[in-house]
Structures are given as C-alpha cells and as structure tokens.
T-cell receptor, first 116, second 113 residues
Framework: EPEVTQTPSHQVTQMGQEVILRCVPISNHLYFYWYRQILGQKVEFLVSFYNNEISEKSEIFDDQFSVERPDGSNFTLKIRSTKLEDSAMYFC??????????????FGEGSRLTVL | GESVGLHLPTLSVQEGDNSIINCAYSNSASDYFIWYKQESGKGPQFIIDIRSNMDKRQGQRVTVLLNKTVKHLSLQIAATQPGDSAVYFCAEKGFDSNYQLIWGAGTKLIIKP
C-alpha cells in the first residue's frame, strides 16, 4: 500500500541552526501538507501546498518556515533558525483531489525535532 | 526533565465492548467532520468522515454521529479490539478554510483484556 515517507525520523539540533525535514508524498497525490504536534498536545496545521505554491498557511508558519517541492517526488519543510519552541513532531501529509475536500489525508510517521 | 503536555481524556473499555468517543466542535460553518486514529509513535490515520448535511454515517465497525444542534460529534467502535488502542482525534474542515483541518484535543482509548 502506498505511503507517505518522512526523513529523518529524529533530528536533534542546536538553537539557531537550520533544519530541513523531508517528505515523499504518495505519488498520485496533488495536495501536500505539514502539520506539527508538540508532545501530548493537539495536531496543528502549518501549511498546505498545491500546484507548486502555498495554498494556505497558519500563524505558526512565519518567515522562519518555508516549503519546497524541489523535484517531482520530494516535499520539504525548512526552519531557518530553530527555536526551543520548535521542538515537536512534524507530520507530512498528502491527499488526492477527490479525498482532499473531505479532509481525508494520508500522514507519514513523522519527524521528531528536538531543539537544544 | 519532566515533559509538560495536555492531559488527554482517557476512555477504558473492556475488550469486546463498544466504545463511544465524544468530541465537541467549534465552528458551525464546518463542512466536514473527520475522525483520525493515532497509534503510539505513528502519524494520524483517517478513519471516517461525515458531511455536515448528514447525522450518521457507518463504516467498518465504526459509526459517526453528528449533532449540529449541540455541536457534538461521536465515534462509536463496535466490539473493541486490542488494536483499537490509540488516541482518537476529531477534526473539522470548513468553508472558510480550503485546506486546513482544525483538530480537537484527542481521547486516549485503552482496551482492557
């Protein structure tokens, strides 16, 4: 069964460093997302991406964050200068057009980011 | 160090019994309501959705009920199995947001043998 894959599974970084989290969405999906989940808390929307551009972003997704689809398969989240409060599990998700409207997303297993 | 996080509501159910997980949503204009299951160490997994013009929808061993009058959503799991142990999140998707899901706090379901 096709799945969303994320790397790395865990990254530890120093405050102020840049981090890139990588995702390979399901191949025939057109909508891509990043969500994050601080330990034990709610899942929070960061950004959605469609047709090679950001379609929606939350207040969390400030100038320190960026997303890119550098080729036909990868979807990346970059945090330019990490802060302690960026420590969280970051989930990539994708959806196909027929399922996107209903909120049916396919999530990866997440990348845990620890900022020291 | 001690981790600080939101204390999740917990539901303990005997294996084989039915489980009912509840959720209160916030936005009357939401068009779809969705249930996700998150097993320990994994990403959320879609279970079922219901559109706002419906009040009940059934899936395989699951039923979702929507009460718009009191903005309440529930997920019923029949004959609960050990594999149902997870945190269950409700989420909503509205007209005023094309893409983002707004997530509830989650309920931890524990299955007693």
């Amino acid at each position: 069964e096709p799945e969303v894959t994320q790397t790395p599974s865990h990254q530890v970084t120093q405050m102020g460093q840049e981090v890139i989290l990588r995702c390979v969405p399901i191949s025939n999906h057109l909508y891509f997302y990043w969500y994050r989940q601080i330990l034990g808390q709610k899942v929070e929307f960061l950004v959605s991406f469609y047709n090679n551009e950001i379609s929606e972003k939350s207040e969390i997704f400030d100038d320190q964050f960026s997303v890119e689809r550098p080729d036909g398969s990868n979807f990346t989240l970059k945090i330019r200068s990490t802060k302690l409060e960026d420590s969280a599990m970051y989930f990539c998700a994708s959806s196909e057009p027929q399922r996107e409207i209903t909120g049916e997303l396919f999530f990866g297993e997440g990348s845990r980011l620890t900022v020291l | 160090g001690e981790s600080v996080g939101l204390h999740l509501p917990t539901l303990s159910v005997q294996e084989g019994d039915n489980s009912i997980i509840n959720c209160a949503y916030s936005n009357s204009a939401s068009d779809y309501f969705i249930w996700y299951k998150q097993e320990s160490g994994k990403g959320p997994q879609f279970i079922i959705d219901i559109r706002s013009n419906m009040d009940k929808r059934q899936g395989q061993r699951v039923t979702v009920l929507l009460n718009k009058t009191v903005k309440h959503l529930s997920l019923q799991i029949a004959a609960t199995q050990p594999g149902d142990s997870a945190v269950y999140f409700c989420a909503e998707k509205g007209f005023d947001s094309n893409y983002q899901l707004i997530w509830g706090a989650g309920t931890k379901l524990i299955i007693k043998p």
